[in-house]
């Protein structure tokens, strides 16, 4: 909701305290006690008045009372809404008796009677009439008074009263419809009728009702009424016990009436619903509406995010609680006022996006909707007329002001204080002038979309989406990390965060430093997905063992670097356990397992270098201590420390049991040299003895003679 700045919507509806009630007039005549010549000064003053959002009313504290001293004053104060005139009718009816006794004083009579009665109208009245006993017309007549909202009607009391009189008087006027953007604080037209219930009277004596016909929602605004059917109409209803305190106005809403205008501004739209007799406010809108959505999308970056058809209505509704308008989201409704104001327009439609959707704290969404509203409005060219360009220097000592983390989302049936609304609204809008004059509405609009995509500025591995609406602290991690603002952190401290809050400020200062330089010896890794959340949700104290688990395992890896640039692998299992989610204490053990192997590994290298003589060539002939090396490589970076040490020491083994293997080879060559000469010689001396055989054999069968014969 956007405050009204202007003046004429900061009032739009309003109830000044009344003026004094009647004039008496006294004297101290010498002889016989004669009527005063002219009336005196009035004996009580126009009561203290305060301004509450806008809306004038009186304050509980006034110091000068509302009706004269010495005057009985009861009254019945009726209206009865006729929107098809349109006008309101007004009737008081007032029983007025003098108990101001006569009094003697030296020389005379001091006596006291009323020559006029005096009742506050809403500026704009017309048809102002009065009668007295027996019907008489009473002289009247409408007088400015300081509210340029109010008009004090005056009756001449006929005759004057005395005391121990009593006259009953009936006043009538009428609230006719004096058209939008009116200076009177009454609208009467088919669709809505609004108007202040100004009333002045004694305590327990003074009644109102108040009669509007269907088919009018009917609204109070201020002080509870009773509430009543009448046949075709709704009937409120109070006694006063304090009708120098009280005040009320009512609204009453026929939307039915209104006319409506489509607007396509994507899938669902925009439907503007304006007042019958206000053609100018509907073509105003939906020309706002049309050229405003698609500059809106392209500043923030994001598209029209409304899921349904939007509705833009005209209403006064939110003048009488102080606002220029408002975004309902449920309802999926804006309601604006009359004013031809593209800024107030521009601001609810920026709400679509900044909601408590976005972020939790009010005055964030208040804050960028004024910003990219008032950036949108210099686009279009729109004329700012009264509303200020800029936003005014914060007041730390202005009244109301408050830590804007304490200002919440009003109760529009609860009083509110103007001067904190008015402060929270500007503050709202000069924390985010600030930051938008140093990282440019680009950055912001960086921001924001890093926010409605529920992404962390410690994004990473493992942890890449926060769950939930953002708060402040997510909005300044973000200010800083995604866009570099370096005036974030002190506009926070000096005029969002309470005192309580205070602390965790200079907590993340110092948690902060750390996990800076944390991150710049990470590289190339990423901070661990623990530490970074612990961060993101600002558990300071939480984070510091973190802090010095993933010192530990860094501690490792910057050792193992010469091992593994020789190698060259790197250590990916430890890395993704150190970047991911897994606990940071598997993972500082995982590193010391690691660091063992890594130990293995170097030694294997180191065995791999080693120079072996012609026997360790012969003994490695048959088995490679480079694949075992690589092995081991391969399953130190895959995380299978066993595995990587197996293979490292299966690789020193053979290096180391080269010239034994190779003495073993040569050996196991000559004995099968041996064994195969004796299978020779064996084999030839089978042969010689088989051919010896096989000649004698001959000789016998074919007598053949012995040569040796």
Not at 368 to 395: Q, S, T
């Amino acid at each position: 909701m956007g405050l009204v700045r202007r003046a004429l919507a900061a009032a739009a509806l309003v109830c000044l305290a009344a003026t004094s009630a009647a004039r008496p007039t006294g004297s101290t005549p010498v002889g016989p006690p004669v009527a005063a010549a002219g009336p005196a000064a009035a004996t009580s003053e126009p009561g203290g008045a305060r301004s509450v959002l806008g809306r004038v009313a009186p304050s509980p504290g006034a110091p000068a009372p509302q009706v004269a001293e010495g005057l009985r004053f009861e009254h019945h104060a009726r209206w009865d809404v006729d929107p098809t005139v349109p006008t309101v009718r007004v009737r008081h009816e007032l029983r007025l008796t003098n108990t101001a006794p006569d009094e003697a004083v030296p020389g005379g009579i001091r006596y006291t009677y009323f020559p006029e009665v005096v009742l506050p109208v809403p500026a704009g009245a017309s048809a102002l009439a009065a009668t007295g006993p027996g019907g008489r017309t009473l002289p009247t007549r409408l007088d400015a008074s300081e509210s340029p909202f109010v008009a004090v009607a005056v009756v001449d009391l006929v005759p004057d009263l005395r005391y121990g009189d009593t006259q009953d008087v009936v006043v009538t006027y009428e609230l006719p419809s004096t058209g939008p953007r009116s200076t009177s604080p009454v609208r009467v037209n088919p669709a809505y009728v609004g108007f202040p219930l100004l009333v002045i009277g004694d305590p327990d004596a003074t009644t109102i009702e108040i009669r509007v016909p269907d088919p009018f929602d009917v609204e109070v605004v201020g002080a509870e009424l009773d509430e009543r059917r009448d046949g075709d109409a709704t009937v409120l209803s109070g006694v006063l016990t304090d009708p120098d305190a009280w005040f009320a106005s009512i609204v009453a809403r026929n939307d039915d009436a209104l006319l409506s205008t489509e607007v396509d501004v994507g899938e669902h739209g925009v439907v503007v619903r304006a007042w019958p007799d206000d053609p100018a406010w509907a073509e105003f809108a939906v020309g706002v509406v049309t050229d405003g959505v698609p500059v809106l999308e392209e500043r923030i970056g994001l598209p029209w995010p409304a899921d349904r058809t939007i509705e833009v209505l005209e209403t006064a509704a939110p003048y009488e609680y102080g606002y220029a308008g408002w975004y309902q989201p449920l309802a999926g409704v804006i309601e604006v006022g009359d004013e031809l104001d593209g800024q107030v327009v521009l601001h609810e439609l920026a709400h679509l996006w900044f909601n408590d959707a976005l972020f939790r704290q009010r005055w964030i969404n208040e804050g960028l909707a004024e910003v990219f509203a008032h950036a949108v409005a210099a686009d279009l060219g729109l004329d700012p007329g009264e509303r200020p360009g800029a936003p005014e220097p914060i007041r730390p000592a202005a009244p109301g002001a408050l830590p804007l983390n304490d200002w919440s989302s009003p109760v529009l049936t609860e009083e509110v204080s103007t001067d904190q609304e008015a402060f929270g609204y500007n503050a709202a809008w000069a924390v985010m002038e600030a930051l938008r004059r140093e990282v440019g509405l680009e950055g912001l609009a960086e921001v924001v979309g890093a926010a409605a995509r529920r992404e962390p500025a410690y994004a990473g591995p493992g942890f890449d989406e926060v769950d939930g609406t953002f708060g402040w602290t997510h909005l300044l991690d973000l200010l800083e990390d995604r866009v570099g603002s370096a005036a974030a952190a002190g506009l926070f401290a000096a005029h969002v965060v309470t005192d309580d809050e205070r602390a965790s400020l200079e907590e993340r200062a110092e948690a902060r430093s750390r996990y800076e330089a944390l991150e710049a010896r990470s590289e190339p890794w990423a901070t661990p997905a623990a530490l970074r959340r612990t961060m993101t949700a600002w558990r300071f104290r939480e984070a510091e063992p973190l802090l010095q688990d993933a010192a530990a395992v860094l501690d490792v890896r910057d050792e193992a670097e010469p091992v593994l640039a020789r190698a060259g692998v790197e250590l990916d299992d430890l890395r993704a356990g150190y970047e991911g989610d897994e606990p940071l204490s598997t993972v500082v053990a995982e590193a010391e397992r690691a660091r063992a192997a890594v130990g293995a590994l170097a030694e294997a290298l180191d065995a791999e270098d080693r120079a072996v003589g012609l026997l360790g060539r012969v003994g490695l002939l048959l088995a490679s201590p480079s694949e075992e090396v690589d092995a081991a490589a391969e399953a130190l970076a895959a995380g299978d420390y066993d595995a990587a040490i197996r293979r490292a020491e299966r690789a020193v083994a053979l290096v180391e049991g080269a010239d034994r293997a190779g003495a073993m080879r040569l050996g196991g060559v000559a004995v099968v040299f041996l064994a195969a000469g004796a299978l020779g010689w064996w084999a030839a001396r089978r042969r010689a003895v088989a051919v010896a055989a096989a000649d004698g054999a001959t000789s016998a069968s074919g007598e053949v003679r012995d040569p040796g014969r």
